[in-house]
């Protein structure tokens, strides 16, 4: 069932209460796998899915990532005690491309950290229309070293979402084959949606789900 593959997205500075109590209700209607919010809409969401199936999920150091370690923890233990399952944070990107590594370990394992007061999925944003091939390869390594649950591709507000050449790149590189992979940015239709399934995606973040899904039932999928 496509359903459960999908978090259904509204990171967009504009939206409203309305349109998240939509995204909520649609995400309930279908039984997706989450929905991901600003964290200014996190307790809205985080109330409307309330003894659902559907995870809560919100950004952290969205979308540059360049915030202090400190900061994205700070704002990663807010996330968690309003009721978040699941975090979406942006890397360093910058402290990446200057090949301080250290630095990326450090922000994903002080924010690991916090598995000591609450259980959660951390997904990690590396930005793949920001990377080299190298790149990608060596933060694939890197994300398998740590105890990230997902790497994810894209915030969905830089130059490209992901491609398929991302996801096999990442797939290739990666050391641990239980780091799982979520692609966003640009997924608006449902043939490259079941391509990147079929490439080996195992989470997608739209804020097209609801159309991808009355598609794919219109083709005649459950």
């Known amino acids: 069932m496509l359903a459960k593959y999908l978090d259904?997205?509204?990171l967009q500075a504009e939206a409203r209460a309305s349109d998240i109590e939509l995204l909520c209700q649609q995400a309930?209607?279908?039984q997706m796998a989450a929905v991901c919010v600003n964290p200014f809409r996190l307790e809205q969401a985080c109330r409307l899915l309330a003894g659902t199936p559907v995870k809560a999920c919100t950004v952290i150091a969205f979308p540059l990532g360049a915030d202090h370690w400190k900061n994205k923890v700070?704002?990663?233990?807010?996330?968690?005690?309003?009721?978040?399952?699941?975090?979406d944070m942006v890397m360093n990107i910058g402290a990446?491309?200057?090949k301080d590594f250290r630095l990326v370990e450090?922000?994903?394992k002080e924010l690991l950290?916090?598995?000591e007061e609450s259980a959660f999925l951390l997904k990690v944003i590396v930005e793949t229309a920001l990377l080299s091939k190298e790149e990608l390869q060596d933060i694939s390594v890197l994300l398998s070293n740590s105890e990230a649950d997902f790497i994810k591709t894209s915030t969905g507000f830089s130059s490209r979402g992901v491609t398929l050449?991302?996801?096999?790149i990442i797939r290739e590189s990666r050391q641990r084959k239980d780091l799982k992979i979520k692609a966003s940015g640009g997924i608006k239709s449902l043939d490259f949606a079941l391509q990147l399934l079929k490439a080996g995606v195992d989470r997608i973040g739209s804020s097209s789900a609801v159309a991808l899904l009355e598609e794919y039932q219109q083709r005649g999928g459950q």
């Open 8 to 10: 259904s997205t509204n």
């Open 74 to 87: 700070d704002s990663a233990r807010r996330a968690l005690q309003m009721g978040a399952a699941e975090l």
């Open 106 to 108: 450090k922000e994903i």
């Open 28 to 30: 309930r209607h279908y």
């Open 165 to 168: 050449e991302d996801i096999e």
């Open 96 to 98: 990446f491309k200057d």
């Open 113 to 115: 950290r916090l598995r």
